[in-house]
């Protein structure tokens, strides 16, 4: 079932194009959606980034994170989408959060036309993002130190952390 969904993930493809090799596509879409709920593929990235960590001789949990938010250009279907003028892009922007290893630890994608600094708390603060997908080393308690650029760092911090310096 894990197969399943992550060569969906990563092909793109509907749910109904799944090859013959795995289960009924209406088996592994209903299994997803349960795991979904469950937050069971954060759980799985939370413990695949403690692995690494500890691989990499670093503490388990994160003390530092970075927040960046590329342009990128999307195709005329799909969701909600907007116009970069900084970056001359239209499409949809990404404000990601890593630690200092780049592992992933929340995500957010909004319409390109939104400002870095009015998606930087909705990304980093769990349960203020509309559709974010919030690891728990976000949160303040582990992540005594961030690093943004110019405008994200304009945006009001909301007690706790200080952004590092450039």
Known sequence: MLDACVYVLRSGCSWRMLPKDFPSWQAVYKTS???LARGLFE???DELRKLWRTRQHRALDPTAAVLDAPSVKTSPQGG???YDAGK???GRKRHLVTDT???LLAALVTPASMQDRDAAIPVVE???GQGAWHQAAVRRRWVRRRACDG???AAPDRGGGRAAPS
């Open 126 to 128: 769990p349960g203020h």
């Open 88 to 90: 001359k892009v239209k």
């Open 151 to 153: 405008a994200a760092r």
């Open 43 to 45: 759980a799985m990235c």
């Open 33 to 35: 959606r349960r795991w």
């Open 80 to 82: 909600p989408k907007g």
């Open 101 to 103: 290893l780049e592992l």
